[in-house]
């Protein structure tokens, strides 16, 4: 069976947007039943087993590209909560509100202070959208657990992660502020998600694109394999 480049990319660009990890087991198994892998004409079983190139690790090769193009300074922009008037830097809690909004399969919010009311109420009007939503919270904090108590019946399930507790030696804490949305598009900065640090405080940080995205994702999922993350129970 011949299998030409563009059909590659056209599944690689498939399993990226459906959030596929090319690198974990089994993957190979998964992709065929993704919507839209028979429009590109490539095999619909034995992806990691046959040819002396498999499907497989051309998606692969693809996806190693991808990781490592250096970034695209275009698809960086400066994000801040500032006092004063308004300043030409984007606001973080306008980008905030634009990255959940626009969200269209899922998200992935990292924080350390997850106390807004608007944007806990923005969270569960996008679980009720069908939006796949995964908190991570500090453990000390609370928030993710107030979350899974809060969260409305009838939306996507919630899958709430905390930091787990430190051995007797450590002073370890989940200290992140980050949303992904889709895989594909996120802000990082100092801002946590309370009135404060979405308008009351002096924040900084950006807003981007690119691969930094999914691995954040990884990374995220890499930690729960370990035993750093642990879900949280009510």
């Not at 991808?66 to 400066?78: F, G, I, S, Y």
């Not at 992140?176 to 998600?193: C, E, H, P, T, Y």
């Not at 930690?223 to 129970?233: N, Q, T």
Request: net charge neutral.
């Amino acid at each position: 069976m011949k299998i030409d480049a563009r059909s590659l990319y056209r599944a690689w660009r498939l399993a990226r947007e459906a959030g596929r990890e090319l690198f974990r087991p089994g993957v190979g198994d998964e992709l065929p039943t993704l919507p839209g892998w028979d429009a590109c004409a490539l095999p619909t079983e034995h992806l990691a087993k046959e040819a002396s190139v498999t499907v497989l690790e051309a998606l692969r090769a693809v996806e190693l590209h991808q990781r490592e193009q250096p970034p695209d300074l275009a698809r960086v922009e400066l994000v801040a909560t500032l006092p004063g008037p308004r300043r030409q830097v984007a606001a973080t809690r306008d980008v905030v509100r634009e990255l959940i909004r626009g969200a269209r399969r899922e998200l992935l919010i990292v924080g350390f202070s997850i106390t807004d009311h608007d944007f806990r109420e923005l969270l569960y009007r996008r679980g009720l959208d069908g939006v796949r939503v995964t908190v991570v919270g500090d453990r000390a904090s609370g928030d993710a657990t107030e979350l899974v108590r809060a969260w409305p019946a009838k939306a996507e399930p919630l899958v709430a992660l905390r930091d787990a507790s430190p051995t007797r030696d450590e002073h370890r804490r989940m200290h992140g502020k980050v949303i992904v949305a889709d895989r594909a598009r996120v802000l990082i900065g100092s801002a946590n998600f309370s009135a404060g640090g979405l308008a009351g405080n002096i924040e900084l940080g950006v807003r981007l694109e690119g691969a930094v995205a999914p691995e954040i994702h990884r990374i995220i999922e890499q930690l729960r394999d370990e035993g750093w993350l642990v879900a949280v129970s009510v």
